[in-house]
T-cell receptor
Framework: DAKTTQPPSMDCAEGRAANLPCNHS???????VYWYRQIHSQGPQYIIH???NNETNEMASLIITEDRKSSTLILPHATLRDTAVYYC????????????FGTGTRLKVLA | EAGVTQSPTHLIKTRGQQATLRCSPI?????VYWYQQALGLGLQFLLW???????NRGNFPPRFSGRQFPNYSSELNVNALELEDSALYLC???????????????FGPGTRLLVL
């Protein structure tokens, strides 16, 4: 199973873009990158996922490098409510369908 | 559309007792996953059920078990409770497996189990 590496914590000023990096150098060609966030011990909230191309939805953008060994989640205009732990997950390609969560990045949005 | 629901929200048990946690998936979802999140730790995969069958389990002892009902809801049972079983237990659901694009997991709010 591919492993992900994220910085343990980051700060971001309210209203600015938050860029959260993730390394997944052992990712296989058919494995997707998923991002979730968890606010204060609530259930993780799905944000976005992608395979090769960059993706954007109403919550965030996902930029995946061409070699797929790393990705960046972008929250374009961070608010105080975006303060959470953000998890980058590389989901196994087939058979088990389980998520392997790392320790995530604790993002603190500052007023 | 209702999300994943879990009950109870909190559960207090003593060592040696049994705990039963319940999960109702999003309507139309047939796969249910269980995860354990001990205080200060990450989420650990426990079990995956699909179409009533256990498809995979994580590195947990057999006293962690469960089942999935015909309506796709699920129960997680923890027998012979130990103090270290105290954790947030999260349930997630997804559409049926087979296509990666359909397998985004959506999580419920969790059941917080405290073992005294």
């Amino acid at each position: 199973d591919a492993k992900t590496t994220q910085p343990p914590s980051m700060d971001c000023a309210e209203g600015r873009a938050a860029n959260l990096p993730c390394n997944h150098s052992t990712i296989s060609g058919n494995e997707y990158v998923y991002w979730y966030r968890q606010i204060h011990s609530q259930g993780p909230q799905y944000i976005i996922h992608g395979l090769k191309n960059n993706e954007t939805n109403e919550m965030a953008s996902l930029i995946i490098t061409e070699d797929r060994k790393s990705s960046t989640l972008i929250l374009p205009h961070a608010t105080l409510r975006d303060t959470a732990v953000y998890y980058c997950i590389v989901r196994t390609s087939s058979g088990t369908y389980k998520y392997i969560f790392g320790t995530g990045t604790r993002l603190k949005v500052l007023a | 559309e209702a999300g994943v629901t879990q009950s109870p929200t909190h559960l207090i048990k003593t060592r040696g007792q049994q705990a039963t946690l319940r999960c109702s998936p999003i309507s139309g979802h047939t796969s249910v996953y269980w995860y354990q999140q001990a205080l200060g730790l990450g989420l650990q995969f426990l079990l995956w059920y699909d179409e009533g069958e256990e498809r995979n389990r994580g590195n947990f002892p057999p006293r962690f078990s469960g089942r999935q009902f015909p309506n796709y809801s699920s129960e997680l049972n923890v027998n012979a409770l130990e103090l270290e079983d105290s954790a947030l237990y999260l349930c997630a659901s997804s559409l049926a497996g087979g296509s990666l694009n359909q397998e985004t997991q959506y999580f419920g709010p969790g059941t917080r189990l405290l073992v005294l």
